[in-house]
Structure formats: C-alpha cells, structure tokens
C-alpha cells in the first residue's frame, strides 16, 4: 500500500502566500495519498485564513486564540495523526510536481529505513538556491558566527547554516531546514514531537537531534526542490525575532552542552554578541536597530537566560 501523508502548516499573518503554498502543493498532490492538510493559525490578523474553502484538498484549518508559537502548533496539527508520515510546511514555500512524491519514495525503499527525516533542496523566489541544512549548534560554531572566524577559518570554524552547494547533492545532514520537514509519524510520536519550550527557532534541531540519538539520520535531497521565501512571518516583529533566536539557543544549550559550554554560550551572547550587534548599528547609523537590539537583551535578561526547566512559553504579540 502507498504510504499515507499528512501536511501540517503553521500560518501567521502570511497573506497571500498561504494560499499559493497550498494551491501548489494541491498541484503536487496528485498521484499522492495526501489524507490530511492541517492549518493551524496563531491568531492572524491578516485574513490569511480566509477564503480557502474552495482549493481541492482535505483542508482543515485551526484557529488559536493567540500565538502558541511554532513549535506548540506544529505539535497541534499532527495531534491524532495516523498517517504513516508527516510533512511540516512552511506557508511561504511552493512545492513543484514532484516535491511530494520523490521524497515519499525515498523514505518507503527499504534501504532507508534508517532514515528519519526527510528535506528538499530550497530556493529563492528568483530560482537560487539557498539553505537547505545546517550542523549541530556547538560553541565553536557560535564563537565563529560572533566573531567572524567563521569567514576568516571556516575550517575550524563552520557555519552553522549550510551553504547551498553543500546540499546540492543527496546527503546526510545533522538538520533539515524546517521549511520543508518530512518525518516517519511514529518516531515523531515517540520523540513526543518538537519541545513546546522552543517558541520559534531551534526546535528542529532539537528533534533532529534527539531522532539521531535513537539511530535515525537525515537527509536532503539535491534533486528534488521547493521555493522558499524564508522569514515572511519573523520579518514583521525583529526585536522578538532576536530574542526568541536568543532564547532558544540559551535552552538548546541548556539541554545539549556541557556546564562549560552553557557558560561560554551566555558569556558569548552577552560579553561579545551584545556590544557587537550595537556597534554595527552605530556605524550603520540605524537608530531603530539599536533600539531593538535593546528591546530584545532587555527581554533576554528578564526570562531567555534561566535553565530549559525554569523557561515558560512565550507569547508573540
């Protein structure tokens, strides 16, 4: 039998491209055993959500309250699957014909059932490609991103995203972006899905991480592609966008890294990072920078820098 697929998408006041996401994977869809296309909307305001009755696809869409974040809503929409995989899409991304189906058959041949996680190559909305996986944060790696080690000896300091040749082949990799992220629905539910302490950024990682350590690998497929456009949602609120990166690299830390790492991350972010960041908005001359930059550390000091069992969920607003 076809293996069975279900597509969660976490939508916050995308416009438009929800819509065109949705449209091109009912194009993709055919020949595909799609059983469910879940939306879940942390409280838009836009009427991104509106009008959607009439697409050809086993549409549900769920509407929050507020914001639950991404992780939280992602966990939500595949609640009560049954389906044999899970496809978590970002509304801002187009899939093509077969963005669907390759990746489904890949995972079902037997050779790969060591496979966990499944991702495609990106690209921009002129055709480039761009980020399709990353390495497992480490300190080196953020020491390298703060000072510029990264440029100067990549080497010994890799970036943390992976450039886009590096993933223009099939390969395996740490981490799949999570703008196009196909997993086995039962190591999902084992894993008890992405960690809800992760509002935004580093939860899938986190889940990648944790599906390496019970022996699943992921891996990009180079010759299957989606558009992405990236950032659509975190680009309209920047000082949080700053701070939740910040936060939840303080609790990917707090759950992976050692005492001393933990330690040389917070001093990093602080003691480095910090007067780094405004130094660049001085010389820019970016006065709103600067004041966001402020906005966001202030936050950071008042919740993002406590252990992952003190941290609460936060709120976008």
Known sequence: ??????????????????????EAVSAASAGVPLRDVTVV?????????????????PLHVV?????RGFAAACNQGADGSDSDYLLFLNPDTQVTADALREPLAYME????????????RLLTADGRATTSGARYPSLRIFL????????????AFPEHLMDADECAAQRVVDQIIGAFFLIRRRLFDELDGFDERFFVYFEEVDLSLRAARRGFISVCLGHVSAQHIGGLSSNQVRARRLFYSLRSRFLYAGKHFSAPSRAGVLALTFLVEFPARLLRAAVSGSLTEAREILRAYRMLLHEGWAPPEALSRPRLS
């Open 1 to 22: 039998m076809s293996p069975s697929l279900h597509i969660v998408i976490v939508n916050w006041n995308t416009g438009d491209e929800l819509r065109r996401c949705l």
């Open 41 to 57: 909307d942390n409280a838009s305001t836009d009427g991104s959500c509106e009008g959607l009755d009439d697409l050809d696809l």
């Open 63 to 67: 509407r929050n309250a507020d914001n």
């Open 109 to 120: 041949a037997p050779a790969n059932a060591a496979v966990g996680i499944c991702g495609i």
């Open 144 to 155: 390298g991103q703060a000072t510029g080690l990264s440029r100067l000896l990549p080497s």
